[in-house]
C-alpha cells in the first residue's frame, strides 16, 4: 500500500482486501485438505465459539463508534471499557480466532492460508488505525501501554 495514498484510499483498501478475504474464505480446495485430529477439530470448534463471543461483545463496547474503516469517526469516543480494556482491537482478534477455530474444525488448508492472510492485514490495519488514534486521542499511548493489540498485554 502506497504511503502517499489519502486516508480514505487507504481506508477503502483496506476494507476492500479485507471483504475479498472473507468471501474467499468460504472456498474449499479438497486436494490440500488434511485431517487433523478429533482433538483438534474440538478445539477449533470451541476456538470459534469463543472467538464469536468476543466479537459480539467488543461490537456492543464500542456501539455507535463502529467502522470498518480504520480512521475514526468524526464523532467517536475512545473505548477503553468492556474487552476494550484488555485488548485495542477486539474485533480483529475475534475474527482471526473464529477464522483459525474454523479452519482448524472444518480441516481446510485454504481457509488456514486465509487466516494468515488476515493476520497480516489486520496487523498492518490495526498499525495504520492506531497512528490515527494517536493523532486524534492524546492518551492513547498510555492506553497502548496497558492493552494489547490483539490479546491482553502483548
Do not use: C
Request: proline fraction near 5%; aromatic fraction near 16%; charge should be positive.
Amino acid at each position: 500500500m502506497s504511503a502517499t495514498g489519502t486516508p480514505a484510499q487507504k481506508d477503502v483498501v483496506f476494507v476492500v482486501l479485507q471483504f475479498v478475504l472473507f468471501f474467499v474464505y468460504i472456498i474449499r480446495i479438497p486436494a490440500i485438505d488434511i485431517e487433523v485430529t478429533d482433538v483438534l477439530r474440538t478445539i477449533g470448534l470451541y476456538v470459534s465459539i469463543f472467538a464469536s463471543v468476543l466479537t459480539l461483545l467488543a461490537f456492543l463496547a464500542i456501539n455507535t463508534n463502529l467502522s470498518p474503516f480504520p480512521t475514526p469517526i468524526s464523532s467517536g469516543k475512545l473505548v477503553r471499557s468492556g474487552v476494550y480494556k484488555y485488548v485495542r482491537h477486539p474485533i480483529y482478534s475475534g475474527i482471526l480466532w473464529a477464522s483459525l477455530g474454523f479452519a482448524l474444525y472444518s480441516e481446510n488448508t485454504f481457509r488456514f492460508i486465509v487466516f494468515l492472510s488476515l493476520l497480516v492485514l489486520f496487523i498492518l490495519k490495526a498499525r495504520y488505525e492506531e497512528s490515527l488514534l494517536q493523532e486524534r486521542y492524546p492518551d492513547y499511548a498510555e492506553y497502548q501501554k496497558t492493552s494489547g493489540m490483539f490479546l491482553p498485554w502483548i
